[in-house]
């Protein structure tokens, strides 16, 4: 019997500014796939909504992104459909609200404080979580364990660090 072997990939960025967090999100977005799916984690003001908006920017969206707190989700529509999830205020996943459904639906499904959903995610995803470190500095770390997602981590690398 043959055993595949788990693959992880994980990285740590250091991020300054603001502008590099839009930055960051900007090259996720360029690299984004149909079906993608993004988990972001932090405390309150980490930064996950201004990546988010970056993602927005490398999809060619235009409108403004803001944060989904209080509606639970928002879509946007550009090169791929993003649909931005906030699922702080959701702490049962057995919730009415189907979350699944847009994790398959063509589109880049990013969920903020995906933690109170874990069991309803599947395992091709990038997970994100970002650190606070004051004064617009953060710490991210990036994980993936399926190929594709970990192909295009690597790329996101190459890509950011020019």
């Given at each position: ?115 109170n959903v874990s069991d309803l995610l599947p ?8 650190k606070d470190l004051g004064d617009d500095k ?25």
């Open positions: 019997m043959i055993f595949g072997t788990l693959k992880l990939m994980k990285e740590v960025l250091k991020i300054d500014s603001r502008d590099e967090m839009i930055e960051l999100g900007r090259c996720i977005g360029e690299l984004a796939y149909p079906n993608l799916l993004l988990t972001l984690n932090g405390d309150l003001g980490a930064g996950k909504t201004t990546l988010t908006k970056g993602i927005a920017i490398g999809l060619g969206i235009t409108k403004i992104v803001s944060s989904p707190t209080f509606t639970i989700m928002k879509v946007y529509e550009g090169r791929l459909t993003l649909y931005h999830l906030d699922v702080y205020r959701i702490d049962d996943s057995s919730s009415d609200f189907e979350l699944e459904e847009y994790f398959e639906d063509d589109g880049v499904c990013v969920v903020e404080w995906a933690e395992k091709e995803r990038i997970d994100i979580d970002i953060r710490i991210l770390t990036i994980e993936a364990s399926d190929n594709k997602n970990i192909e295009l981590i690597d790329e996101l690398i190459k890509r950011f660090n020019k």
